[in-house]
């Protein structure tokens, strides 16, 4: 059989008429499989298509929802800590410098009690 890669116009003129037709069949059968091959890769490429396409529809529903839920949540942090809900009346404010004292007077104490062990 002829390496159809190293054929030359040549080496056509001095074969039969059957050496012809079967490497014309040859020929045939390779231009099917390299069909075949590349119909396989169009269907693998296709479907890589398919799937990239899909993850890019699942990213632009999750950073709109990422999106959406991040409003909600400095929305809500703005109605829970808005300058109207931290208003203290005269006693809140109280107990909250009356609490404040203490704890800074604990942590001072707990600060030497630390600094003393050294």
């Known amino acids: 059989m002829l390496?159809?890669?190293a054929l030359k116009a040549a080496d056509l003129q001095g074969l039969s008429k059957s050496a012809v037709t079967e490497f014309a069949a040859a020929l045939l059968a390779q231009l099917a499989a390299q069909s075949e091959q590349l119909s396989a890769r169009d269907?693998?490429?296709?479907?890589k298509d398919e799937y990239i396409a899909r993850r890019d529809r699942e990213i632009k529903f999750k950073d709109a929802k990422i999106e959406r839920i991040t409003f909600e949540l400095a929305r809500l942090k703005a109605w829970k800590f808005g300058t109207r809900t931290e208003a203290?009346?005269?006693e809140q404010r109280q107990m909250?410098?009356?609490?404040l004292a203490e704890d800074e007077a604990d942590l001072?104490?707990?600060?030497?009690?630390?600094q003393g062990r050294r």
């Open 88 to 90: 203290m009346n005269a």
């Open 3 to 5: 390496d159809v890669n």
């Open 43 to 47: 269907a693998v490429i296709a479907e």
């Open 108 to 114: 001072a104490a707990q600060l030497e009690a630390l």
């Open 96 to 99: 909250f410098e009356d609490t």
